[in-house]
């Protein structure tokens, strides 16, 4: 006898959006294509998705396996982090804001992608609108839908010539007379993501600051999303709330233990501000989101940061990923075919105008009305073996034509995976 299902109406947002979003769809599409004639006998090369291909550094797994073992440490704690985390970040940041940063300055959240979706519910009402510069992590558009909000997408406009010539972060960049005339009555805050996912862009000092002043002048929040913050290339990195007393009071800063210790995994991450009333609203909602974060992992974060401090660990991962991406990058410089040279993350933007696919490659019917990159990002998986992201995905569909042409590939991965990459893209030659 069945069963018969009962008829339930749920949230209107996840029945309207009913498209399998990019991480399904490369992710299948990888996993169909393992097993094709063209990759049997061969390693299927993942560089989609931000996830490292290696363990945490030996000290950081240590430490959790060490705070397993206490009792105490396996239950709740307090809802705004434990003190032994939440001291380690006073450490870590005190000196960058040039200030003896408090209790009350600093919350611990589930993951950086929790502490924005905190910061939004905490601050949004019905109505309220968000900036969101394009392109933009896809997280960021429901979380702050899902709160009530409605997106205002602003561009960061890409080079000329993206297409013929490697390009810089620095050549991407905001028009922001269009950015103040976005401003509405109903603007209530900002998302600005630097270092920069997909593009790599580390935004200047002159770039921040005018994006401050006018929120400022608007009296608009700022939510920096820096979970990149020790990934920059530049010789230096500029963080927003440092760069006025009236700009730091707007400022709500995200960071992020999964991309500072190669644990994206263990979900830890944080919000910071000066205005210890701004961020109350955050560490509320966080606290009605998922009350307290895994207290093992926060006592191995704030362990971790104590000794990635002493021996000088963020300085030395820097240089291994300036090196990575050389080891990478050296294919395109090889094969001819442009990118945007990273200033900051993990991540590559590459040009694919000039490799020619054959025009009748057959496509599954679930990306042909998605932008063309999903079908280079198709094309690559099944004839190479190698697993890229496309960034349209980051993109309102008006604007995609923008990165129609490019892929997004993540260098997060050993150096020998990475060389098998290159060989494995020489195969590009064949087809340019």
Same mark, same amino acid.
């Given at each position: 006898?069945?069963?018969?299902?009962?008829?339930?109406?749920?949230?209107?947002?996840?029945?309207?959006?009913?498209?399998?979003?990019?991480?399904?769809?490369?992710?299948?599409?990888?996993?169909?294509?393992?097993?094709?004639?063209?990759?049997?006998?061969?390693?299927?090369?993942?560089?989609?998705?931000?996830?490292?291909?290696?363990?945490?550094?030996?000290?950081?797994?240590?430490?959790?396996?060490?705070?397993?073992?206490?009792?105490?440490?396996?239950?709740?704690?307090?809802?705004?982090?434990?003190?032994?985390?939440?001291?380690?970040?006073?450490?870590?940041?005190?000196?960058?804001?040039?200030?003896?940063?408090?209790?009350?300055?600093?919350?611990?959240?589930?993951?950086?992608?929790?502490?924005?979706?905190?910061?939004?519910?905490?601050?949004?009402?019905?109505?309220?609108?968000?900036?969101?510069?394009?392109?933009?992590?896809?997280?960021?558009?429901?979380?702050?839908?899902?709160?009530?909000? !409605?997106?205002?997408? &602003?561009? #960061? *406009?890409? @080079?000329?010539?993206?297409?013929?010539?490697?390009?810089?972060? $620095? =050549?991407? /960049?905001?028009?922001?007379?269009?950015?103040?005339?976005?401003?509405?009555? !109903?603007?209530?805050? &900002?998302? #600005? *993501?630097? @270092?920069?996912?997909?593009?790599?862009?580390?935004?200047?000092? $002159? =770039?921040? /600051?005018?994006?401050?002043?006018?929120?400022?002048?608007?009296?608009?929040?700022?939510?920096s999303d820096e979970v990149y913050e020790h990934l920059y290339f530049t010789d230096s990195f500029t963080r927003i709330a440092t760069l006025s007393p009236e700009i730091g009071q707007l400022t709500l800063t995200v960071g992020s233990a999964g991309k500072s210790f190669a644990a994206t995994g263990w979900r830890i991450g944080w919000v910071l501000s000066l205005n210890a009333e701004l961020l109350s609203y955050a560490a509320k909602a966080h606290t009605r989101i998922c009350f307290a974060s895994p207290s093992p992992l926060q006592e191995a974060c704030a362990n971790s940061i104590n000794d990635a401090l002493k021996i000088g660990y963020f300085e030395k991962m820097r240089q291994e990923y300036i090196n990575k991406f050389k080891i990478f990058t050296s294919i395109f410089d090889e094969l001819g075919l442009p990118y945007t040279a990273p200033e900051g993350t993990y991540f590559v933007l590459v040009d694919?105008?000039?490799?020619?696919?054959?025009?009748?490659?057959?496509?599954?019917?679930?990306?042909?009305?998605?932008?063309?990159?999903?079908?280079?990002?198709?094309?690559?998986?099944?004839?190479?073996?190698?697993?890229?992201?496309?960034?349209?995905?980051?993109?309102?569909?008006?604007?995609?034509?923008?990165?129609?042409?490019?892929?997004?590939?993540?260098?997060?991965?050993?150096?020998?995976?990475?060389?098998?990459?290159?060989?494995?893209?020489?195969?590009?030659?064949?087809?340019?």
């Amino acid at each position: 006898m069945s069963t018969s299902r009962p008829k339930v109406v749920a949230n209107k947002y996840f029945t309207s959006n009913t498209a399998k979003d990019v991480w399904s769809l490369t992710n299948e599409a990888a996993a169909k294509a393992a097993n094709n004639s063209k990759n049997q006998g061969r390693e299927l090369i993942n560089l989609g998705q931000g996830f490292f291909s290696y363990s945490p550094p030996q000290f950081a797994i240590k430490e959790a396996q060490k705070a397993l073992d206490i009792p105490i440490v396996n239950q709740y704690s307090p809802t705004r982090g434990r003190p032994s985390l939440i001291n380690s970040l006073i450490k870590l940041y005190s000196p960058i804001y040039n200030t003896e940063l408090k209790a009350e300055n600093v919350t611990v959240t589930t993951g950086a992608n929790e502490g924005i979706l905190s910061c939004l519910m905490g601050l949004l009402n019905a109505g309220d609108e968000v900036i969101v510069f394009e392109p933009f992590f896809d997280q960021y558009i429901p979380n702050i839908e899902l709160c009530g909000g !409605k997106v205002v997408y &602003v561009p #960061i *406009n890409p @080079p000329k010539e993206l297409d013929q010539r490697n390009t810089r972060g $620095e =050549e991407w /960049t905001i028009d922001f007379e269009q950015f103040e005339k976005a401003i509405t009555s !109903k603007t209530k805050a &900002v998302i #600005i *993501n630097t @270092p920069h996912n997909p593009i790599g862009k580390v935004f200047t000092r $002159e =770039e921040l /600051t005018t994006l401050g002043n006018i929120c400022v002048k608007h009296n608009v929040v700022i939510i920096s999303d820096e979970v990149y913050e020790h990934l920059y290339f530049t010789d230096s990195f500029t963080r927003i709330a440092t760069l006025s007393p009236e700009i730091g009071q707007l400022t709500l800063t995200v960071g992020s233990a999964g991309k500072s210790f190669a644990a994206t995994g263990w979900r830890i991450g944080w919000v910071l501000s000066l205005n210890a009333e701004l961020l109350s609203y955050a560490a509320k909602a966080h606290t009605r989101i998922c009350f307290a974060s895994p207290s093992p992992l926060q006592e191995a974060c704030a362990n971790s940061i104590n000794d990635a401090l002493k021996i000088g660990y963020f300085e030395k991962m820097r240089q291994e990923y300036i090196n990575k991406f050389k080891i990478f990058t050296s294919i395109f410089d090889e094969l001819g075919l442009p990118y945007t040279a990273p200033e900051g993350t993990y991540f590559v933007l590459v040009d694919f105008s000039k490799v020619k696919i054959p025009e009748d490659y057959p496509y599954p019917e679930e990306i042909l009305n998605k932008g063309k990159d999903f079908r280079i990002s198709h094309w690559l998986i099944n004839e190479l073996g190698v697993v890229a992201i496309p960034p349209t995905e980051f993109y309102i569909k008006e604007h995609e034509k923008a990165a129609e042409n490019l892929l997004r590939f993540a260098v997060c991965k050993d150096d020998a995976y990475l060389e098998n990459a290159v060989e494995r893209l020489k195969l590009l030659k064949d087809y340019l």
